[in-house]
């Protein structure tokens, strides 16, 4: 049974998930209805927003342990294969998943702490978008093995005038994984701006 989280809730992954090893952090979000004015006639259409989805590994001090630990669109694996990125979804449209990081825990290497799972707007200043132009976004964690859905946050705040979000993430404890809801906003143009914050 999944468990929906709050944001700043922290709940344990292996402890309670016996032989728990691989797993698949889904990200998903819809963009929001702005209405287009046709020639006779007004119609609501979905904004054309492109979020990325990125996980960056950082270790025991909350920074990027190595480089190639920011796996992003334009780096879909780690160099030890432990994260892999779904692929880039250009629209959000759907439902179920956008974005997918997939995770091996075992794999992961012993200096990496924290996997930081966070979303940016693609080319957001150019296109003048931000977080307001999102809607029904979320994070979840599943089983890889079995496809259970373990846990769920929902993103509920309003993001307006955001242009990335730190949505969640997965850290070790006591030997153990754990995940903690985050759901913070912030103003990084670009995944490798935000990502300064952790060098």
């Known amino acids: 049974m999944s468990i929906s989280l709050v944001k700043g809730q922290k709940i344990d ?13 889904g990200l998903g979000w819809d963009p929001v209805e702005v209405e287009s004015k046709g020639f006779f006639s007004r119609k609501k259409v979905a904004a054309n927003v492109d979020c990325d989805a990125s996980a960056l590994m950082l270790d025991a001090n909350g920074k990027l342990s190595q480089e190639g630990h920011l796996i992003c669109f334009y780096n ?43 979303v940016n707007i693609y080319d957001c200043e150019s296109r003048g978008q931000d977080f307001g132009m999102i809607k029904s976004a ?57 990502a300064q914050r952790y060098t």
Not at 141 to 153: D, Y
């Open 138 to 194: 979320f994070i979840r964690v599943v089983n890889s093995k079995n496809s259970q859905e373990l846990i769920r946050f929902n993103l509920t705040e309003n993001y307006a005038g955001m242009t990335a979000l730190i949505v969640g993430e997965i850290y070790r404890h006591n030997g153990e994984w754990k995940f903690n809801a985050i759901g913070e906003g912030a103003h990084a143009v670009h995944i490798d701006i935000l």
């Open 13 to 25: 992954l292996t402890k309670g998930n016996a032989g728990l090893t691989h797993i698949t952090v």
């Open 76 to 118: 879909l694996t780690s160099p030890c294969g432990s994260v892999k990125h779904s692929g880039d979804n250009l629209t959000g449209e759907g439902d179920g998943d956008d974005e997918q990081i997939h995770i091996a825990l075992e794999k992961v290497p012993a200096d990496v702490h924290r996997i930081l799972m966070c």
